[in-house]
Structure formats: structure tokens, C-alpha cells
């Protein structure tokens, strides 16, 4: 064991883009909730699809019958936020198919809510979606992934314990 063995990189926990698209900054998100990290650390997709899947394997803890959003769990403490552009509620449910529950185990990958990218931006909602940690204070570290071209599954968040 060398003096300096504790710089060695250790291994986060790594969450998948959960729709392919842009990965921004969140702090690009044109609402201060997302942006000013009220809601935890995290990344925001500017997606080009319309299907949200699950970015770590995961228990939904919470499943908004509107499908805007989605609230995960994962075993190692993870509370992931994932929110379907920016007030998309006001929609209620108009444009998105809820395709898994509250309570619902999910692996990486596995589709959660479809949503009509086309209809969203028709009605002139913002559909940047924001990814947030929700108790990233609970860890040491939340690296972020930015790029102009992400596919679901991607690279996007490495949380450090």
C-alpha cells in the first residue's frame, strides 16, 4: 500500500441518460427549481425521443398518473427525480403513456413513460428534462456528463459514496 492509494479512483454509482438527446448542465434548465439545485445535483436531456426508461436498475417509488415525472429508489439509497420538460403536469397526462407503477422494480433501460415530443412542443412546453439526485447531499460527490448526442443508457451521472 502506497502513501497515496486513497486518490485512486474509486467507482461510482453510474445512472444512464434516460432519453436520448443533448446532456446539459442543470444548471441550463430554464426553471431555478432544476437550475439552482433546489432539487438535488443532476443533469438535464434535451431529448430527441419520446420514451423515458429507467437510467439504473431501481424501485419506482413514485409514478405520477399525469407520467410527467417519476420518482426511483435504487438499493444503495439513490432518490432519483425524473421530470418530462417543465410544467408538463398542467397537461394532466395529455401526451404521455404511463407504462410501469408505483411500486414496480425496473432494471437499467426498461421503458417507463412515452410521451409525444411533437404535441409537447406543439402546445409550447419546454421539454429540457431534468434528472435530480434528491438527496445528493447524502453522498461526497455527483460527477456530471454533458454531450452533445446521448442515447438512453448513456453515461450522464457517476455518484460518489
Given amino acids: 500500500m502506497g502513501v497515496f ?13 434516460p432519453v436520448g438527446g ?11 427549481t432544476f437550475s439552482d439545485g433546489l432539487m438535488g445535483k443532476g443533469v438535464a ?23 410527467h415525472a417519476v420518482n426511483l429508489i435504487t438499493d444503495s439509497g439513490l432518490e432519483i427525480l425524473i ?5 408538463t403536469i398542467s397537461l394532466k ?3 404521455f403513456t404511463v407504462l410501469k407503477q408505483t411500486g414496480d422494480s ?12 411533437d404535441f409537447l412542443k406543439s402546445k409550447g412546453f419546454e421539454t429540457i428534462t431534468p434528472m435530480v439526485i434528491c438527496n445528493s447531499d447524502d ?23
Fill in 5 to 17: 492509494d486513497f486518490l485512486k479512483k474509486k467507482e461510482g454509482i453510474v445512472l444512464g441518460a
Fill in 22 to 32: 443533448k446532456a446539459v448542465d442543470i444548471t441550463k434548465v430554464p426553471d431555478p
Fill in 45 to 67: 436531456i434535451e431529448p430527441s425521443e419520446g420514451v423515458l426508461r429507467a437510467p439504473i436498475d431501481a424501485k419506482i417509488d413514485l409514478m405520477f398518473d399525469t407520467g
Fill in 83 to 87: 421530470h418530462v420538460g417543465l410544467e
Fill in 93 to 95: 397526462g395529455e401526451g
Fill in 106 to 117: 425496473v432494471k437499467k433501460g426498461d421503458e417507463l413513460i412515452k410521451f409525444d415530443l
Fill in 139 to 161: 453522498f461526497k460527490d455527483v460527477k456530471v456528463f454533458t454531450s452533445e448526442s446521448v442515447k438512453a443508457g448513456d453515461k450522464v451521472l457517476e455518484v460518489i459514496k
